[in-house]
């Protein structure tokens, strides 16, 4: 039922993950943690869609908000190359950006959800979310919730867009081409934002799981555009650039993708940068309580979420992002690893997963 790698003494790890398959908790997943490279745990099993074709090595899938961590990433990697700055204005790379009382919003606001600009305030549907140019004129010309700096708002869906037009502006290519270049190519690791054809084959159709059905739905941030999951199974939408929740991947990709951000930090083998950059970025920018989640997030400079609880792991230096469903990526300082679990079952659930959480706590045992 499941294949791939784990080191020996983990076998309590790996027979949790397999009696997720036994027990028809999951469909089809991956969980990976590795350390300097090299593999501790590398597992993936279950089925890729209804047909029961097998969960391969290669298999991706969409991790839906997972995707906020690689992409941030990038953006340290800019901040570390002084491409981008965490307290200019945003006006200051994109011109149309400043009308409509945004002129005082800066990088680091978006960044850290306090910009207000949280949700889209007209009607848009799930086709909208694939116009990029569409998206961009409903940001540029509304009107923020609130003050920026004033409270917090986790932008789900606009996060990405706005993140992404910054980046446009200022290098010239799109989020996912980044993503491409800096990471994936890079480091040989298979995630991406905006699937390439020769990859479609690779991806797992997602099932949402009917007995969780307890998505946040008094948040218009959430549900505006609503979640139709077929809609998530179709080309178009594997191949657009929706960088807030369509990235591709699987654990072992994103596991890397962490392990070589915290040994850039601990090891300081600046590999993608320094470790002065990366600790700027990892310094905390507010842990208010965050009216969309409504509990409280440690959020980032950049946006990654700084460990408040399993999801995480144990060790308070953890970072890293989750996702709709139940896809997740962080590192963790402490032990030098980067974690990560990707599956085709979506939990409707906002935060923690049970599925994660259970083998965390048993990995974490061992350590």
């Not at 036994?22 to 997943?29: D, M, N, P, S």
């Not at 991956?30 to 391969?56: M, Q, R, T, V």
């Not at 990697?77 to 919003?105: C, G, H, T």
């Not at 950049?302 to 308070?316: A, D, M, Q, S």
Request: with cysteine.
């Amino acid at each position: 039922m499941i294949s791939g790698y784990c080191e020996e003494k983990y076998t309590p790890v790996k027979k949790i993950f397999e009696d997720y398959f036994l027990k028809q908790e999951e469909i089809g997943a991956s969980f990976a943690i590795y350390k300097e490279g090299k593999p501790l745990i590398d597992l993936y099993g279950g089925f890729k869609n209804k047909n029961k074709e097998k969960w391969e090595e290669n298999t991706i899938v969409n991790v839906f908000s997972a995707t906020k961590g690689i992409y941030e990433i990038i953006v340290s990697i800019l901040i570390n190359e002084n491409i981008l700055d965490l307290e200019k204005p945003v006006s200051y790379y994109w011109d149309a950006f400043k009308q409509s009382n945004k002129r005082e919003i800066k990088l680091k606001h978006i960044l850290s959800h306090q910009s207000g600009l949280y949700r889209f305030k007209e009607k848009v549907t799930q086709q909208d979310l694939l116009d990029w140019n569409k998206i961009i004129s409903i940001l540029e010309n509304q009107e923020p919730d609130h003050l920026c700096g004033e409270k917090t708002y986790y932008h789900a869906k606009t996060h990405g867009f706005l993140i992404g037009e910054i980046i446009k502006k200022t290098t010239r290519k799109s989020l996912g081409e980044l993503v491409f270049e800096l990471l994936s190519k890079k480091l040989k690791v298979d995630f991406f934002i905006g699937t390439p054809k020769d990859q479609l084959s690779n991806i797992a159709s997602l099932y949402e799981d009917k007995t969780e059905r307890k998505i946040v739905s008094e948040f218009n941030a959430f549900n505006n555009p609503e979640h139709e999951i077929n809609f998530y199974n179709k080309q178009n939408w594997q191949i657009a650039e929706v960088p807030s929740m369509n990235g591709h991947g699987n654990a072992r990709s994103i596991a890397k993708i962490y392990d070589v951000f915290v040994n850039d930090l601990i090891l300081d083998k600046n590999i993608l940068l320094s470790k002065s950059s990366i600790n700027k970025c990892l310094t905390e920018c507010n842990s208010r309580i965050d009216k969309s989640l409504m509990m409280p997030i440690r959020w980032s400079n950049i946006g990654l979420i700084l460990r408040g609880g399993w999801l995480f792991g144990k060790n308070k230096e953890s970072f890293g992002h989750n996702g709709w469903g139940g896809s997740l990526g962080f590192g963790d300082p402490l032990l030098g690893i980067g974690v990560a679990y990707t599956t085709n079952k979506i939990n409707p659930t906002m935060g923690s997963d049970f599925r994660i959480i259970k083998l965390l706590k048993e990995f974490y045992k061992i350590h």
